[in-house]
T-cell receptor
Framework: SQTIHQWPATLVQPVGSPLSLECTVE??????LYWYRQAAGRGLQLLFY??????ISSEVPQNLSASRPQDRQFILSSKKLLLSDSGFYLC?????????????FGSGTQLSVL | GNSVTQMEGPVTLSEEAFLTINCTYT??????LFWYVQYPGEGLQLLLK?????DKGSNKGFEATYRKETTSFHLEKGSVQVSDSAVYFC???????????????FGEGTQLTVNP
């Protein structure tokens, strides 16, 4: 069966420090991968999605970047965190065609930037 | 810990039929409850929400009532349209929705197909 792992669960970082959140999927090949963030008062916001290795699409301009170095690995990064980067980050995957399949979510990372 | 149990899909209905997608939850305290929807070709988006017991969230003809006594937040629509075909996710947050970074717990999602 397929599983998705996301870590760390909680992270506290100072402003200006780098960030790396990792997400891996097991039990499937060539998944579509997504990074979402819980935005204040707006619900989930799609940040990035990827349909394959090295293929990253960005939905909103921001201080963050994403990479997919391996088929089932999706990394969310920042060189210098801002206070506004605080939030709850969710990784998700889907099979087959992008945006048409049911999403499966990781357990999320609560990021606090102080 | 928190959990959300959602009606298994897929659900297939004819246009103008009545829709119910069941959602029950387990949580400590008083969570906020949400329904999210993913339309084909789009990312996940918030459909409606309720932040306290007996609140009714509504949007686009969909409704859901926060029932604390039955720990449920069932999604309903009186007359579905083909354009309602999508995947629907029930979710809860243990913090106020206005708080940035409220941890969300999702149900498994229910695929709805509405035929003309």
């Amino acid at each position: 069966s397929q599983t998705i792992h996301q870590w760390p669960a909680t992270l506290v970082q100072p402003v200006g420090s780098p960030l790396s959140l990792e997400c891996t999927v097991e039990g499937t090949s060539n998944p579509n991968l997504y990074w979402y963030r819980q935005a204040a008062g707006r619900g989930l916001q799609l940040l990035f999605y990827s349909v394959g290795i090295g293929q990253i699409s960005s939905e909103v301009p921001q201080n963050l970047s994403a990479s997919r170095p391996q088929d089932r690995q999706f990394i969310l990064s920042s060189k210098k965190l801002l206070l506004s980067d605080s939030g709850f980050y969710l990784c998700a995957w889907s099979a087959h065609k992008i945006f048409t399949e049911k999403l499966f979510f990781g357990s999320g990372t609560q990021l606090s930037v102080l | 810990g928190n959990s959300v149990t959602q009606m298994e899909g897929p659900v297939t209905l004819s246009e103008e039929a009545f829709l119910t997608i069941n959602c029950t939850y387990t949580a400590t305290g008083y969570p906020s409850l949400f329904w999210y929807v993913q339309y084909p070709g789009e990312g996940l988006q918030l459909l409606l929400k309720a932040t306290k017991a007996d609140d009714k969230g509504s949007n686009k003809g969909f409704e859901a009532t926060y029932r604390k006594e039955t720990t449920s937040f069932h999604l309903e629509k009186g007359s579905v349209q083909v354009s309602d075909s999508a995947v629907y996710f029930c979710a809860l947050s243990d913090q106020a929705p206005e708080t940035s970074g409220s941890r969300l717990t999702f149900g498994e999602g229910t695929q709805l197909t509405v035929n003309p």
